[in-house]
C-alpha cells in the first residue's frame, strides 16, 4: 500500500487499521481482540477494518517518530509511513540485492550495513537504503568469505554474517573515513563544489505570515549565499529557480548526487501555532536514539558551526541543532544541512527575515561556518570572529 493522505487522530478505516497493524507488529501497540469482521485471509487487517485512529494510537506514532528522528506530530503522512513499513524488516527475512531503479530500504538494510562497516568493508554511512556502495562492500565480503560474489544477500550470505556478528562489533568507521576526507581535501574552499537547496517553490509557498512566504524569503537567501560561495572560488549548484515549482526532496537529494557535491545546504523558515515561537535551528542526517547509529559525523559538525556563527553574528534565539531522518538529509550521498531560520509565525523573527542587512548577515554566517569546517584546529578562529575577503 502506498500512503498517500495523512492520518491522524479520529480517522478510521482500512487504511488506519494497516497503520494500526504495523505499530502493533513494532510493539508500539497492544494487539486488540479480534473482531468478527475477521477474514483469516492474506489481507486481513487483524480485525480492524473499520479501526478508529484513537490516542493510544496517536501515543504510538509519536513514540514511533521520536524513535526514527522525524517531526513528532502523531500524524502518519508518506514519509512517516514509509519508516513504518521499513522499521519491520529484521535481517534474514528477505534476499537483499542491489536495483538501480528501485534499491531496496529497510531496517534489514540498516543491520547489513552495520555489519559490514563492523568488518571493516566501506559501505558508506547506515542509511537503510541498499545503493551501489553497499553492493560492492557486500561483494567484497563474499569475496573474502570465500562465498559466490555476487552482490545479493541469500542464505549463505546471512548465515555468514550470523556467524560473524558475534565476534566482530563496535567502532565507527564511517566517521574516521569522513574525517579523513575532509582532512585531505585541504582548507580552500575554492574548488568544492555546494548544492544550495531554497525550500519550497512555485505553487508551494512554505510558510506564509506576516506578509512574507518562505519561499520568497530563502530563494533570495540562496542567492546571496551562491554569490558569495562563487566569489571564493565554490561551485555552487541551487536545486530550483525563483519561480519554478518546488521539487520532493527525494529529487532534491538525486539532483544533489548527481553533483557529486561536497555538501548540501537546505533553507527554510518555520512556523508554529504559538506566535511566541522563535529562534535558528540547525539539522543533520542522525538518529541517537536508534540501535544502528545512523548519523553524518561531518554533517553534524558543520550544522554546529553553522549554528553557533548564526547565534553569534545575527542575534537570533538559539534552537540548538538536531538529527533528523528527513528524505533530504538521509538521501544525499555527501553531508547535508537544514537550516531553519527562524519563525515566519513569529513578529520578531518576521521583521528579522524581511531585512536585507540580516539576511546578508545571515549568508555571511553560513560561508564562514563551511570554511571554519575545512579550517585544521590550530588555523581555527573563535566563533564569530572569522572574515573573509570577499566580504570586506
Given amino acids: 500500500m502506498t500512503m498517500q493522505r495523512r492520518y491522524r487522530r479520529g480517522d478510521t478505516g482500512p487504511a488506519v487499521a494497516e497503520i494500526r497493524s ?20 492474506p489481507d486481513d487487517l487483524g480485525g480492524y477494518a473499520d479501526a478508529v485512529f484513537d490516542d493510544s494510537v496517536d501515543l504510538a506514532v509519536r513514540h514511533f517518530q521520536q524513535q526514527r528522528a522525524m517531526t513528532v506530530d502523531g500524524v502518519v503522512g508518506p514519509e512517516t509511513y514509509r519508516h513504518l513499513d521499513e522499521a519491520r524488516w529484521r535481517l534474514g527475512d528477505r534476499m537483499l540485492s542491489y536495483s538501480a531503479g528501485h534499491p531496496t530500504v529497510g531496517d534489514d538494510v540498516a543491520t547489513l550495513q552495520q555489519r559490514l562497516l563492523d568488518m571493516g568493508f566501506d559501505c558508506g554511512r547506515v542509511d537503510g537504503i541498499l545503493g551501489p556502495a553497499t553492493e560492492l562492500a557486500l561483494r567484497e565480503f563474499q569475496r573474502n568469505y570465500g562465498l559466490g ?6 542464505p549463505a550470505t546471512f548465515r555468514a554474517l550470523d556467524r560473524l556478528a558475534r565476534t566482530v562489533v563496535g567502532g565507527q568507521p564511517h566517521a574516521m573515513r569522513e574525517s579523513e576526507l575532509l582532512h585531505r581535501s585541504g582548507p580552500s574552499l575554492a574548488g568544492k563544489t555546494v548544492v544550495i537547496d531554497p525550500g519550497h517553490g512555485g505553487a508551494d509557498a ?14 533570495d537567501l540562496a542567492r546571496r549565499l551562491e554569490g558569495r560561495l562563487s566569489a571564493l572560488g565554490v561551485r555552487a549548484y541551487l536545486t530550483r529557480g525563483p519561480a519554478e515549482d518546488g521539487i520532493g526532496e527525494e529529487e532534491r537529494a538525486a539532483f544533489a548526487n548527481a553533483t557529486d557535491a561536497d555538501l548540501v545546504i537546505s533553507l527554510h523558515a518555520d512556523r508554529n501555532d504559538s506566535p511566541r515561537a522563535a529562534g535558528v535551528a540547525c539539522y543533520y542526517y542522525g538518529s541517537g536514539s536508534d540501535r544502528y547509529g545512523r548519523r553524518s559525523p561531518t554533517g553534524e559538525h558543520f550544522a554546529s558551526l553553522v549554528q553557533r556563527e548564526l547565534v553569534a553574528r545575527t542575534g537570533m534565539v538559539d534552537g540548538r541543532t538536531h538529527g533528523k531522518a528527513w528524505t533530504l538529509l538521509r538521501r544525499t550521498r555527501m553531508p547535508a544541512v537544514r537550516i ?6 513569529n513578529v520578531d523573527d518576521a521583521a528579522r527575515l524581511a531585512s536585507s542587512e540580516f539576511r546578508d548577515h545571515a549568508a555571511e554566517s553560513v560561508v564562514v561556518a563551511l570554511q571554519r569546517l575545512y579550517l585544521p584546529p590550530d588555523e581555527d578562529v573563535p566563533t564569530g570572529m572569522l572574515r573573509l575577503p570577499v566580504f570586506t
Fill in 206 to 219: 512554505g510558510v506564509v505570515a506576516h506578509g512574507l512566504t518562505e519561499a520568497e524569503v530563502m530563494w
Fill in 149 to 154: 560474489a555476487d552482490g545479493t544477500c541469500g
Fill in 340 to 345: 531553519e531560520m527562524g519563525y515566519l509565525t
Fill in 22 to 41: 504495523k505499530l502493533v507488529l513494532l510493539g508500539l501497540l497492544p494487539a486488540g481482540a479480534p473482531r468478527p469482521t475477521d477474514t483469516g485471509g
